[in-house]
């Protein structure tokens, strides 16, 4: 079965300070994979997302961003947060390539981020 | 451009009563729906919809599409204050990518 692990759980972090959340996925390989962040009690905005090995898309300009080093690996980074990057952040996976009926995405338990 | 909107965005009811959460969508090439529940943390995914008219269930909760009016309804019956959570809705395109489109979320509280 496939599990999808994300750390830390938490985090206080200070204006300009560097970021850094992992992101790993178990039981599957070539996943597609994807950040959110979450305003509290929102839907869910999608920031990055990663169909392969050093392939990623961003969604909105930010100053954040995301890399895919191994094929179950996807990290989210800052060089310098704002308080604006407050949030939840949730990784997802879902089954790659050309497939019907597998848009079904699976959920890490998110790292909370207070920026401070 | 592509959107998601879900309604009531908060909703609070009591132990028992019955509820429908509603989903519209605006999408190019739909390919499916789908419904998630998010608690504390992760969503955990409920259902996926692809074709019209065919009620997917699970316990107490059920779910229909319908691609020609371009919306969907999540009910839940007999509600617990175990369903108290946020409620979302995100619609998949035809593509490769697995991207998913989310609406707001509605807010359910149920009350003992």
């Known amino acids: 079965s496939q599990t999808i692990h994300q750390w830390p759980a938490t985090l206080v972090q200070p204006v300009g300070s560097p970021l850094s959340l992992e992101c790993t996925v178990e039981g599957t390989s070539n996943p597609n994979l994807y950040w959110y962040r979450q305003a509290a009690g929102r839907g869910l905005q999608l920031l990055f997302y990663s169909v392969g090995i050093g392939q990623i898309s961003s969604e909105v300009p930010q100053n954040l961003s995301a890399s895919r080093p191994q094929d179950r690996q996807f990290i989210l980074s800052s060089k310098k947060l704002l308080l604006s990057d407050s949030g939840f952040y949730l990784c997802a996976w879902s089954w790659g390539g050309l497939r019907d009926g597998t848009d079904t995405q699976y959920f890490g338990p998110g790292t909370r981020l207070t920026v401070l | 451009e592509d959107k998601v909107v879900q309604s009531p965005l908060s909703l609070v009811v009591h132990e028992g009563d019955t509820v429908t959460l509603n989903c519209s969508y605006e999408v190019t090439n739909f390919r499916s729906l789908l419904w998630y529940k998010q608690e504390k943390k992760a969503p955990t995914f409920l259902f996926m919809l692809t074709s019209s008219g065919i009620e997917k269930k699970s316990g107490r909760l059920s779910s229909i599409l319908d691609k020609k009016e371009l919306f969907s309804i999540l009910n839940i019956t007999a509600t617990q204050t175990g369903d108290s959570a946020i409620y979302l809705c995100?619609?998949?395109?035809?593509?490769?990518?697995?991207?998913?489109?989310f609406g707001q979320g509605t807010t359910l509280q149920v009350k003992p």
């Open positions: 995100a619609v998949a395109r035809s593509s490769n990518t697995g991207k998913l489109i």
